[in-house]
Nanobody
Framework: QVQLVESGGGLVQAGGSLRLSCAAS????????MGWFRQAPGKEREFVAA????????YYADSVKGRFTISRDNAKNTMYLQMNSLKPEDTAVYYCTTVSSRYRDPVPSMARSYDYWGQGTQVTVSS
């Protein structure tokens, strides 16, 4: 069974940085597309960033482009989200997600394209 565990969230001042991690277990790590979404209180879950199964294509939401960087370390079975220049509007629960099909990319920004989700980690940015 695939398990995804996020960590690295916390409270940070505006302009600060955080690095989120997503540790995957239960199957091979390489060859699967992965992504990050977030959900603020009272809002729908929204796309943040995604990596294709090969890692060769990277996608970002316009709201985080130039500030966030998604990456993965296949040797550590871990995906990362480096978040710089954080803003209060980045406050949300951040979720790690992946697909069930290997060597197949989902529609990167569509939450229903993904099959497995972590429990989320809270990021709070104070002004």
């Amino acid at each position: 069974q695939v398990q995804l565990v996020e960590s690295g969230g916390g409270l940070v001042q505006a302009g600060g940085s955080l690095r989120l991690s997503c540790a995957a277990s239960g199957r091979s790590f390489s060859g699967y597309a992965m992504g990050w979404f977030r959900q603020a209180p009272g809002k729908e879950r929204e796309f943040v960033a995604a990596l294709s199964w090969s890692g060769g294509r990277i996608y970002y939401a316009d709201s985080v482009k130039g500030r966030f960087t998604i990456s993965r370390d296949n040797a550590k079975n871990t995906m990362y989200l480096q978040m710089n220049s954080l803003k209060p509007e980045d406050t949300a629960v951040y979720y790690c997600t992946t697909v069930s099909s290997r060597y197949r990319d989902p529609v990167p920004s569509m939450a229903r394209s993904y099959d497995y989700w972590g429990q989320g980690t809270q990021v709070t940015v104070s002004s």
